[in-house]
């Protein structure tokens, strides 16, 4: 095994499926399988879900919600993603526990590094919600601190598209795939992978990133084999 412990980075758009809003009862089941393949292999996993598929702050600013609180609510997002991932998750066996950035009685405990790693080591999936816990951070930025926090070997960055391109593939037929990128070049490229917060903490903490697709059954497994399916940033 390749890796020993990751942080997984989801969007929250990932679990709409093909239902434009919310959350599809299939999409969480393929993620949760996924997870569940890699606990039976002996990896210990952090998840970290987005919350776009509810409500995202940035967007609720433009239509005149504060953004304090527009980025308040959407980390009530993340946290509804969090709880429907530990519902699958458990029905599949997979005992987890809920993490979040500020704590909700009868529902979470709040985030504490030391908290998380012991979970961890216990054998649990960590679900971590409430993004950093302040306002105009994204769900990347909080996925770089958990992963720096937990000291995971790698941040892996689901994504509908298999690894970074020279232009975005589904509208350019010309895009070629990068293998292997330094954080520079992806910096001096202009590639759009993470935000900048998240993008330079990773950086700054040797936090290697690995672009995959993460729709297709059987990816991570791939990836905690080291296989070469996506783009590793390191």
Not at 49 to 71: E, L, M
Request: aromatic share 8%; charged share 20%.
């Amino acid at each position: 095994m390749k890796y020993n412990r990751i942080l997984l980075k989801l969007s929250g758009e990932s679990l709409m499926g093909d239902d434009h809003y919310g959350i599809n009862y299939q999409n969480v089941h393929h993620y949760a399988t996924e997870i569940q393949s890699a606990v039976a292999q002996g990896v210990q996993v952090g998840v970290v879900i987005g919350g776009g598929n509810i409500f995202r702050g940035v967007q609720g600013s433009s239509k005149g919600f504060d953004r304090r609180q527009g980025d308040q609510m959407g980390m009530l997002a993340t946290i509804i993603n969090a709880m429907a991932m530990q519902v699958v998750l458990e029905e599949l066996g997979v005992s987890s526990k809920v993490l979040t950035a500020f704590a909700i009685e009868g529902v979470s405990e709040k985030i504490s590094w030391r908290k998380a790693v012991e979970t961890l080591e216990s054998g649990q999936v960590v679900i971590f919600g409430g993004g950093t816990g302040n306002p105009f951070f994204t769900t990347d930025s909080g996925a770089a601190l958990r992963a720096v926090e937990i000291k995971a070997d790698l941040l892996l960055k689901g994504t509908r598209v298999d690894g970074v391109y020279t232009a975005d593939p589904e509208k350019d037929p010309t895009a070629t795939k990068y293998t292997n990128l330094t954080f520079d070049e992806a910096y001096q490229k202009n590639l759009k992978i993470m935000d900048m917060t998240a993008f330079t903490l990773c950086k700054e903490n040797h936090m290697p990133i690995y672009v995959y697709d993460a729709n297709k059954p059987g990816n991570l497994w791939k990836v905690l084999h080291g296989e070469p399916i996506g783009t590793l940033l390191q």
